[in-house]
C-alpha cells in the first residue's frame, strides 16, 4: 500500500524536524547561558583600598552596577594641600602685578630707541663732520692768539718781510714754488698736521657714533627681554604651589587607580568560559536532533516492501 509508506515518511519528516526545532532551541539556550556566565566573569567589581595618602570608595547599585566612584585624601594631605593653595593664591596675586612692577624697563627701553634714533639719524660721514667742525671751533681760539703772537715776535725782530724758499721755473715749463715767510710756513704746515689728525679722529668719531646708536636699540631691546622675562618669571612660585597641590591629589588618586585595576574583569577567562559553552552547546546538537524513531519511520517508508509488511498484519 502506497499510501502506508507514504505516510510513515511523512511521520518520521515531521518527528525529525521538531527533534532539530527542540535541538536548535536547546543550543540557543547553552548560548545564552554561557554569555551570562561570561558576562558575569567580565564584570567590573571595583575593590576598596587604603592606603597613607587616601582611600577609595565605590558605590554599587541595586543591580550591582557601579553606581559612582570617588576617594578621599589623607587628612594630613588635605591639610598640605590647602596650604598650597593658599600659597598658590598669593603668588597667581604677586603675577598679576608683576606687569606693573616692571613697566619701568619698557619706558627705558622707549626711551633708548628714541636716544638710538637721534644718533643713527646722521650718516658717519656727517658725524665726521660735524665732529671736525667742533674740534676746529675749539682750537680757533688758541690759533688766532699764537697767530698774534708769532706776528708780534716777526716785527719786533723784524722778520715780518723776510720770505725766502722761492725756486726756479721748471724744466717743464711750470712755475716754481714761491717763497714765503719761514715761521708763518711752519705755523700754517703744523696747523695742517693737527688738522690731518683731527679728520682721521672724525672718521672714526664718526663710525663710533653710528655703533652707539645701534647699541642703544640692542640695550633696549634687552631691557625689554628682561621685562618680559621678569613677568613670566612671576608665574613660577604660582605653579611651583599648585604643582605640590596637584602632586598631593595624584597621591590619594593611587587608591582609586589600585582598587579599579584590582576589580577590573577577567577579560580572559570571560572569553574562555563563553568560547567553552559555545563549543559544548554545538557539540550537543547533533545528539539533540536525532530522534531514532522517527529515523526508522523516513527509512521504512523508503523501503518496497514496508507496505505489504503492514497489509499482512491486518
Same mark, same amino acid.
Given at each position: 500500500?502506497?499510501?502506508?509508506?507514504?505516510?510513515?515518511?511523512?511521520?518520521?519528516?515531521?518527528?525529525?524536524?521538531?527533534?532539530?526545532?527542540?535541538?536548535?532551541?536547546?543550543?540557543?539556550?547553552?548560548?545564552?547561558?554561557?554569555?551570562?556566565i561570561?558576562?558575569?566573569?567580565?564584570?567590573?567589581r571595583?575593590?576598596?583600598?587604603?592606603?597613607?595618602?587616601?582611600?577609595?570608595?565605590?558605590?554599587?547599585?541595586?543591580?550591582?552596577?557601579?553606581?559612582?566612584?570617588?576617594?578621599?585624601?589623607?587628612?594630613?594631605?588635605?591639610?598640605?594641600?590647602?596650604?598650597?593653595?593658599?600659597?598658590?593664591?598669593?603668588?597667581?596675586?604677586?603675577?598679576?602685578? #608683576?606687569?606693573?612692577? *616692571?613697566?619701568?624697563?619698557? %619706558?627705558? $627701553?622707549? +626711551? @633708548?630707541f628714541? =636716544? !638710538?634714533? /637721534?644718533? &643713527?639719524?646722521?650718516?658717519?660721514?656727517?658725524?665726521?663732520?660735524?665732529?671736525?667742525?667742533?674740534?676746529?671751533?675749539?682750537?680757533?681760539?688758541?690759533r688766532?692768539?699764537?697767530?698774534?703772537?708769532?706776528?708780534?715776535?716777526m716785527?719786533?725782530?723784524?722778520?715780518?718781510?723776510?720770505?725766502?724758499?722761492?725756486?726756479?721755473?721748471?724744466?717743464?715749463?711750470?712755475?716754481?714754488?714761491?717763497?714765503?715767510?719761514?715761521?708763518l710756513?711752519?705755523?700754517?704746515?703744523?696747523?695742517?698736521?693737527?688738522?690731518?689728525?683731527?679728520?682721521?679722529?672724525?672718521?672714526?668719531?664718526?663710525?663710533?657714533?653710528?655703533?652707539f646708536?645701534?647699541?642703544?636699540?640692542?640695550?633696549?631691546?634687552?631691557?625689554?627681554?628682561?621685562?618680559?622675562?621678569?613677568?613670566?618669571? #612671576?608665574?613660577?612660585? *604660582?605653579?611651583?604651589?599648585? %604643582?605640590? $597641590?596637584? +602632586? @598631593?591629589?595624584? =597621591? !590619594?588618586? /593611587?587608591? &582609586?587607580?589600585?582598587?579599579?585595576?584590582?576589580?577590573?574583569?577577567n577579560?580572559?577567562?570571560?572569553?574562555?568560559?563563553?568560547?567553552?559553552?559555545?563549543?559544548?552547546?554545538?557539540?550537543?546538537?547533533?545528539?539533540?536532533?536525532?530522534?531514532?524513531?522517527?529515523?526508522?519511520?523516513?527509512?521504512?517508508?523508503?523501503?518496497?516492501?514496508?507496505?505489504?509488511?503492514?497489509?499482512?498484519?491486518?
Amino acid at each position: 500500500m502506497p499510501f502506508i509508506a507514504a505516510g510513515a515518511s511523512l511521520l518520521g519528516g515531521f518527528l525529525s524536524g521538531r527533534s532539530a526545532k527542540k535541538a536548535s532551541q536547546t543550543q540557543a539556550n547553552a548560548q545564552i547561558e554561557a554569555a551570562r556566565i561570561a558576562a558575569e566573569e567580565a564584570r567590573f567589581r571595583p575593590i576598596g583600598i587604603t592606603t597613607r595618602f587616601g582611600q577609595s570608595n565605590f558605590v554599587q547599585g541595586r543591580n550591582g552596577r557601579l553606581q559612582s566612584a570617588g576617594y578621599t585624601l589623607d587628612p594630613q594631605l588635605a591639610g598640605f594641600q590647602n596650604r598650597f593653595l593658599g600659597l598658590a593664591e598669593d603668588g597667581l596675586s604677586q603675577a598679576e602685578q #608683576a606687569q606693573q612692577q *616692571f613697566a619701568p624697563l619698557g %619706558q627705558a $627701553a622707549q +626711551g @633708548l630707541f628714541g =636716544l !638710538g634714533e /637721534q644718533y &643713527l639719524a646722521q650718516s658717519p660721514q656727517e658725524a665726521a663732520q660735524q665732529y671736525m667742525a667742533g674740534q676746529q671751533n675749539l682750537l680757533a681760539p688758541s690759533r688766532e692768539r699764537q697767530f698774534a703772537q708769532l706776528q708780534n715776535q716777526m716785527f719786533q725782530t723784524g722778520r715780518g718781510g723776510l720770505s725766502v724758499g722761492a725756486t726756479g721755473e721748471r724744466p717743464s715749463g711750470a712755475a716754481g714754488l714761491g717763497s714765503a715767510n719761514p715761521d708763518l710756513e711752519a705755523y700754517y704746515n703744523a696747523i695742517a698736521q693737527q688738522d690731518a689728525g683731527l679728520a682721521a679722529q672724525a672718521m672714526q668719531a664718526g663710525q663710533q657714533q653710528t655703533a652707539f646708536g645701534a647699541g642703544l636699540f640692542g640695550t633696549g631691546g634687552n631691557l625689554l627681554s628682561q621685562g618680559f622675562g621678569g613677568q613670566a618669571a #612671576a608665574m613660577t612660585p *604660582f605653579q611651583a604651589y599648585l %604643582q605640590g $597641590a596637584t +602632586g @598631593l591629589e595624584s =597621591l !590619594g588618586q /593611587q587608591s &582609586l587607580s589600585l582598587g579599579a585595576s584590582l576589580g577590573g574583569g577577567n577579560t580572559a577567562s570571560a572569553q574562555a568560559l563563553q568560547s567553552g559553552g559555545n563549543a559544548a552547546a554545538t557539540s550537543m546538537f547533533a545528539a539533540n536532533a536525532y530522534n531514532p524513531f522517527a529515523t526508522a519511520l523516513s527509512n521504512a517508508g523508503r523501503t518496497p516492501g514496508f507496505g505489504d509488511a503492514v497489509r499482512g498484519l491486518f
